[in-house]
């Protein structure tokens, strides 16, 4: 009897649609990564005629070969370098702001806090133009730093924004709890709200990141020689006027993405602890 109360419990908490979706968005997202990985195996002059959803009959790992061999580990230490400085810029400026903008109950402090916001607004391109004058008057041009900065700068927004969210999770009276403690804002900031908001600082860490490790518009615009090129100018290796080597580039591809996935794993815990709420347990 017990067993077939189990069994009838199973099957009315049974969803036969969202199992249906789950396997159709599984399909979505690992079809197009199999067909990937597929034609980066395949040989440059079967790549064309080659079926993206059937193995190739003779995988070969040449073009990986090529493509670490045609400067691929140093676009990739650029691309490490660039993100890791938006990343601690990102952080050492937005957890300040944002603990000041939660914390701070002025009308000067929510005027700011809001103007800062309309940076979600603005797209990159609408101010390309006066950011590189800006770059070049500062003599940064063709350098990784004209990348770092301005990829950090609209990052920020939406990093306070979230920081913000989650900052207001924490209840008021701990922050009460260590004032009555004697505690500074400093300490408070340290000892309390990074602790409890490694969730949210986890979400932005991997927001800004991605950011940089994707970004194509500030290389392009404000970089020209082959020293500080980064992954996303390093693809155009592989197009030419005659033609596109697919399945080379293809395996660049497959390459720079391991990194991404990578950081993703080991900050998957927090970055959904950053969604669901503080602390990221």
Known sequence: ?????????????????????????????????????SASLTRGDRSLGHNALTPPDHPTLANYDTVLHSGFLAYLGNTALVAAAVVGIVLVLCVPLAYVAVRTRGFWSGAAFRLFLLGVAIPAQAVVVPLYLMIAKLNLYDSLLAIVLPTAAFAMPVSVLILTGTLRDISEEVYEAMALDGASPTRMLFQLVVPMARGGIGTVVVYAALQAWNGFLFPLIF????????????????????????????????????????VYLMARRALVGGLMGVGGR
């Open 223 to 262: 970089t020209q020689s082959e020293g500080p090129r980064v992954l996303t100018l390093g693809l155009f290796t592989y197009v030419s006027q005659f033609g596109v080597d697919i399945p080379a580039l293809l395996a660049s591809v497959v390459l720079s993405g391991i990194p991404v996935f990578a």
């Open 1 to 37: 009897m017990r067993l077939r109360l189990r069994l009838r419990l199973r099957l009315r908490r049974a969803n036969p649609l969202a199992g249906l979706g789950s396997v159709i968005w599984l399909a979505v997202v690992v079809v197009p990564v199999y067909a990937m990985i």
